[in-house]
């Protein structure tokens, strides 16, 4: 008996470590292949590398704009997840501590329009904020992120809040806190495990996005790096070494987030699909 | 519920808590999203500052087109594909990594990494390995199946792009399966197995049940993720060979950034975004009905 179910358990194990690897061989492939010459990718790709070389990274590096278009990145995505966390804390809350017909309605707004989808808003978008001059621009796009992000954020935020005792709230404002004052040092702060949790599930969304991006930003120089990573990928779609080193260096930031902060992450997405 | 005192500092206090949130909602969703309503009865062409109203002509533009029923429809194959092939997938990894497998945090941590890298790059990565790497194999060990690119096949490459699409969620969805399966709770599993309820008895009339509510999220995402399948579509088959991969959402953005045609296209939009409501809305409501309590 007990030797059947150590077999079993050996069997289930290998077979993940089977289904394991089936998940992981692109991103090895890739890696091989991005140290290898062109001759060597064409002629075998799954071999090792002959001679070990970083001129394919540093000709993507290069060709793609990498650090200009990195740092756009991260400018848009770091602020743009605090601001969606900062605004939508403060909504969510003034929105169950003020329970009127308005406000109620206005979430419920909030909630239903979450299953429009980006497809049916794009093109008026693009007319609208054309016609202002306010495409091309970082800083539109982060103030974008802020007006799509908000729902999703208000809605956990609101579950959240509810489990707050408003007599916590009470008892600062009778030892003198203003409203404000006790949001950002009693509420917000007892609030930072749901913060975590929209942040990742923010951060996963932009740092990746592609199609809101595409639409907004024009010129190169404003770039993030899923654009230039598919921009590169089309002027050199014969070259592949650099192509592999390019996909390489744009995969790399997240995945050195993830080996930090891989519980954090999937216990995010967890809380966050628990609605 | 909290009050200032006066009414200008309740007022302030309102702009202060709710202005900048309500502000970015109207005018990115609200007012593009009725804008866009507006737009469909116009014969806008993307570049000219006038444009006039022409009724229900876009609308009936859009019974018209074949060519968007057609990308439609072949999304409509996708989802269906894609909804019970990565839940069944992410639902059997969540079963076998949620008692206690030896080093099963590092295989959860695994099976979730596509989803740490976007589409276009997926989709990029998978162009490779099935113009590569996979007709390399095939023609070294003289596997047919393989010896030639998928891509180059309208067939195959439709089959591609569901491997691609089962290969990038199966992990997220399976996070939250494991969410829902520590929830249900050990004791009457338990008690089920003293009373002498088998494996699939325990699995098909208490576990399954039980699991209703990460299921309706599950395929809420996936029914969602799918009608809307727009970047790995682009980067893996660029919606080809010969058009045959060009699901809907690729379809509306080629009509109304490529051809100008910004009325038609945002008249599609709205009917796919239609559509799509009724399917999800629907699917929410019938399983609703499926839950139970523990």
Known sequence: MVGTRASSSLLKGLMLTVLLFLFIFPFLFLLINSFKENTEITSNPLAFAQKFSMENYTTAFEK??????????????VLAVLLISLVSAMTAHYFVRNQTKFNQYTFLLMVASMIIPFQAIMIPLVKIYGSLDMLDNVW?????????????????????????????????????????????????????????????????????????????????????????????YGTYSVDYGPLMAGLVLTILPIM????????????????GSIK | MIKEKGKWNRIRTRLLFTGPTLFAFLTVMMVPFLYGIYLTFTNWDGISTTHSLVGFQNYSAVFKDIVFWKTFGLTLKYVAF?????????????YSLSRGIKGQNVFRAGFFIPNLVGGIVLGLIWQFIFSNVLVYVGQKTGIPILSTSWLADPDKAFWSLV??????????????????????????????????????TRMSRMILPLMVPSFIVCIFLTLQRGFMVYDVNLSLTKGGPFKSTEMVSMHVYEKAFLSRDYGLGQAEALVLFLLVAAITLLQVYFSKKLEVEA
Request: glycine share 6%; hydrophobic share 55%.
């Open chain 1, 64 to 77: 793609m704009g990498y650090l200009s278009s990195f740092t756009n990145s991260l400018i848009i995505t």
């Open chain 1, 140 to 232: 539109s796009l982060i103030y974008m992120y802020v007006g799509f992000g908000c729902s999703l954020a208000v809605f956990i935020y609101h579950g959240f809040v509810k489990g707050v005792p408003a007599e916590l709230e009470e008892a600062a404002m009778i030892d003198g806190c203003t409203r404000t004052q006790t949001f950002f040092r009693i509420v917000f702060p007892v609030l930072m495990p749901t913060t975590a949790t929209i942040s990742i599930l923010n951060v996963l969304w932009i740092w990746n996005d592609f199609l809101l991006p595409s639409l907004v930003l024009i010129s190169p120089e404003n770039r993030t790096l899923p654009l230039s990573t598919f921009s590169f």
């Open chain 2, 82 to 94: 894609t909804v019970i092939l990565v839940n069944a997938v992410a639902f059997l990894l969540a």
């Open chain 2, 163 to 200: 491997i691609v699409t089962v290969w990038q969620y199966a992990g997220y969805m399976m996070v939250i399966y494991i969410a829902g399966l520590m929830s249900v709770p050990n004791d009457i599993l338990e008690a089920a197995s003293i009373d002498g309820a088998s494996g699939w």
């Open chain 1, 256 to 271: 050195v987030v993830y080996l930090f902060a891989q519980r954090y992450i999937i216990q995010g997405v967890m809380q």
